[in-house]
């Protein structure tokens, strides 16, 4: 089976690793999917996201990094996708997600949409918070993975 986990990652936090970690052992082949969106500005460009995913997700031979544009299910049917895999860290999360997988659901009902549970421990995390406590200076130990904290204190000058 084909999934393919969306996202933004500006940047990769622990959470969506663990995500990642869970899925490949799930699924035959993980697309993590960056979303190239002009709209939404971002720290770090696509190509130091593609290249961040692509060097922590080494390990894991079943794990493709990639980008699209345009509507995530047209991207899904290029690549034969059967899922979509999507994270909920808390009930704020599931308004939105409803709302986005009725959609795809509409679009193109043959592709189903799968919800896991984020651990506890990294429920409270997102890309803004993480990119905060970088900002001020916080420690990110328990955030992100050392590369991308090596990256955000560059980002930062820190
Ligand atoms: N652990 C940690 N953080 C998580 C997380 C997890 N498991 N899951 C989500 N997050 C955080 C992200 O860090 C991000 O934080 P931020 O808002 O502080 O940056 C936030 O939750 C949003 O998550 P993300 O997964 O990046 O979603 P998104 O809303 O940016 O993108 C897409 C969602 C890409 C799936 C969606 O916009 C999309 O499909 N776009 C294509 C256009 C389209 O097809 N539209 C029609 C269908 S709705």
Known sequence: MIAIYPGTFDPATNGHMDMIERCAKKFDTLYVAILNNPNKKCLF????????????????????????DGLLIDYAKSINADVIVRGLRAVSDYEYEMQMSLCNQSLYPELETLFLVAKTRFSYLSSSIVKEVASLGGNLENFVPDLVREELLKKYNK
């Open 45 to 68: 460009t696509l190509e130091e996201r593609l290249e961040m995913l692509t060097d922590l997700t080494r390990h894991y031979p079943n794990v493709k990094i990639a980008s699209f």
